[in-house]
């Protein structure tokens, strides 16, 4: 029995020996790199971190001690410290999520797995624990330096220090990387910031001096004290971040050490007021394969060979992100005023070529959407083209950049949206599943959904063609299918993928669903009921050819791997309303709840958005009209359940 299978807890780390907890570190490095490569998930971030979870585990004790991740993915080792060793289902369906779930153990406190978060949780949680008398109650925020780029982790940082009597600790997890290497000022300042205790000393009695003095003295007191600042900064030769925030500093400490790990935390929770904590910490330590990759260390893994961190098997087709590369890289080589940007994410939105080849044109401003968002509204008036490229469920958090900076006024921006829809593994709030429906309510917006390769080429150029407003591009996660159908001939801007002269039914299929929507009528078709197929490339607006085909037909059934209640189905109905267009329609979607972590068709299956399901459905609604039809329709015949891969 090894080491790590004695820890059902965090308090059986307590009785281990500084040898059996060096012992420990290795067997998880040994296991994360042994489980994870057959299942996927977050790797580099995970080995980094094992001798920094370890001491956490050791000084605090979680759950009575609240301890919360920023993003998340980076908890690998807190699972396996408090009794989740299974790791044979990391990220599918039944087995573990690839971040904290509440559900499966009290020990994880936040499960959003969106950054630069976790400060402000942290301040709410300690503003409870002192209010409702919890004072021996721990408050550990676990934030990595990419974090900190985010203007939220600031927010926090500054109601953190209006009031010093509580108990939090801020580890900030400086690994010099996010997804890619940390960005900006505050990166070149973590490697440098030192605040000295005395400052800290110093200011506490003087703050007990002028209390007894009353209000005149404590009037002169904050008058004189922003110039203190300054003077004391420059006397203990530190730049002054943390102490001007009023925050006492530990570090930077090793973050592999365990004893520097344990004596920082123990000083920092002694101390019993807001204290952060530098770790300095390597991202994919103790893997070679990991270290080597210069992009981003293992970030982010599908199943690779453990011994050589090769992928175990190459993707057939290309992803949607490498078209878009090869597509922004060329657009911007004909195109002067054509920029990007992105959050912290080059690499993974497929900016990287463009950036390559155009470093100044390119911009990654770190892990801050909202600031993404409305730079690229100035840029825009500045006289160029910004293509803001980020993940769907991101793109979440800058909507009112979106309406009230560049909606507004009318800013020529494209937005690249990567992973919309269902994403998969990652669980509930990396679904891209929101933004159909979030994004539609944004005046003069464009959104068009491809639904391939060529799809998205034609759309990206058309997009950026657009000034008088936003647009939006948005695809999925994983390889481009291949062209969705043989028939295809364009009508007045929209696609028709399959027309049939008997004008029974019309599915509208938004984006990569056009393959789900061309087997489906395949089935239908096989019933005797007539079936038109359109895709109508750009779904918002809705284009008016899709009124006009809508009124030949009888029903109308709109397929989306956006949440039905707002989505573009929602749209359709009600612009045929608006038309006097009284054609039923039936919007097919995924509910609006959270979604687990599965596979993509796992989730479909359980939405109903299976070829099966849909076609029963259709023929189903079809038989019980109340309109006659031309001729009597044959009987439903229902097939055996079949396994079909829509992407």
Do not use: C
């Not at 580099?44 to 920023?70: C, K, M, Q, W, Y």
């Not at 004909?334 to 900016?351: D, H, K, S």
């Not at 600031?371 to 160029?384: Q, R």
């Amino acid at each position: 029995m090894t080491l790590l299978e004695t820890i059902n807890g965090p308090r059986d780390l307590d009785g281990l020996s500084p040898a059996q907890l060096t012992q420990l570190a290795g067997e998880i490095r040994r296991f994360l790199v042994a489980e994870v490569s057959k299942t996927g998930g977050h790797l580099g971030p995970n080995l980094g971190v094992v001798e920094l979870t370890i001491a956490i585990h050791r000084v605090f004790h979680s759950p009575d001690d609240a301890i919360v991740f920023d993003t998340g993915h980076q908890s690998y080792v807190h699972k396996l410290l408090t009794g989740r060793q299974d790791f044979s289902r990391l990220r599918q369906a039944g087995g573990l999520a690839g971040y904290p779930q509440r559900s499966e153990s009290e020990h994880d406190i936040v499960e959003s797995s969106h950054a630069s978060s976790s400060l402000s949780w942290a301040d709410g949680i300690s503003r409870a624990y002192e209010m409702t008398g919890q004072d021996g109650r721990w408050v550990v925020a676990v934030v990595g330096d990419g974090a900190l780029t985010g203007g939220m982790t600031w927010e926090a940082l500054n109601n953190i220090s209006d009031d010093n009597s509580r108990n939090l600790v801020i580890v900030v997890n400086d690994n010099g990387r996010s997804y890619a290497p940390t960005i900006g000022g505050i990166g070149r300042f973590l490697s440098s910031v030192r605040t000295q205790p005395t400052y800290r000393e110093l200011h506490l009695k003087s703050e007990r001096l002028v209390a007894k003095l009353g209000k005149p003295a404590r009037a002169l007191y904050r008058g004189i004290r922003g110039g203190t600042h300054g003077f004391l900064a420059r006397f203990t030769n530190n730049k002054a971040l943390y102490s001007n925030l009023d925050i006492k500093y530990i570090g930077p400490v090793d973050g592999h050490d365990l004893r520097a790990m344990q004596e920082a935390l123990r000083q920092a929770r002694n101390y019993r007021a807001p204290v952060i904590v530098h770790a300095i910490t390597q991202k994919g330590r103790g893997y070679e394969p990991a270290l080597a990759d210069a992009a981003d260390q293992f970030h982010a893994v599908g199943q690779i060979d453990p011994i050589t961190g090769e992928p175990v098997e190459q993707a057939s087709n290309p992803s949607w992100t490498s078209v878009f590369a090869d597509e922004v890289l060329a657009l911007a080589e004909r195109n002067p005023r054509i920029v990007g940007i992105t959050a912290a994410m080059l690499r993974p939105t497929g900016l990287h070529k463009f950036a390559a080849r155009f470093p100044d044109r390119v911009f990654d401003v770190g892990i801050a959407e909202q600031h993404a968002v409305t730079s690229a509204a100035g840029l825009a008036f500045g006289g160029l083209h910004p293509i803001v490229a980020m993940y769907s469920t991101f793109a979440n958090r800058a909507l009112d950049q979106v309406l009230m900076d560049v909606a507004l006024h009318r800013a020529g921006v494209t937005f690249v949206l990567d992973r919309a829809g269902v994403t998969g593994p990652d669980g509930p709030s990396h679904h891209g599943i929101w933004d159909l429906a979030l994004l539609q309510v944004v005046p003069g917006i464009r959104i068009a959904a491809p639904r391939d390769a060529e799809q998205l080429r034609e759309q990206l150029r058309e997009a950026v063609a657009i000034d008088d407003g936003p647009t939006v591009v948005r695809f999925s996660k994983g390889s481009v299918g291949g062209e969705s159908s043989a028939e295809r001939r364009t009508h007045d801007g929209v696609d028709v993928l399959r027309e049939a002269s008997q004008k029974d039914v019309l599915i509208v299929a938004i984006g990569p669903m056009a393959a789900l929507a061309m087997d489906v009528a395949q089935r239908v078709a096989a019933q005797g009921i007539g079936v038109t197929v359109l895709d109508p490339r750009w779904v918002v607006p809705v284009p008016k050819s899709v009124i006009e085909f809508a009124r030949e037909h009888r029903l109308l059934v709109s397929i989306e791997d956006g949440i039905r209640v707002g989505g573009v189905g929602t749209r359709i109905r009600q612009d045929l309303r608006a038309a006097g267009v009284d054609t039923a329609v039936d919007e097919l979607g995924l509910p609006d709840e959270f979604i687990e972590h599965a596979s993509r068709e796992e989730i479909l299956e359980r939405a109903g958005l299976t070829a099966q399901r849909i076609s029963r459905d259709i023929v189903a609604q079809v038989l019980g009209t109340k309109v006659p039809f031309a001729r009597p329709l044959p009987p439903v015949i229902v097939e055996p359940v079949q396994q079909h891969q829509h992407d």
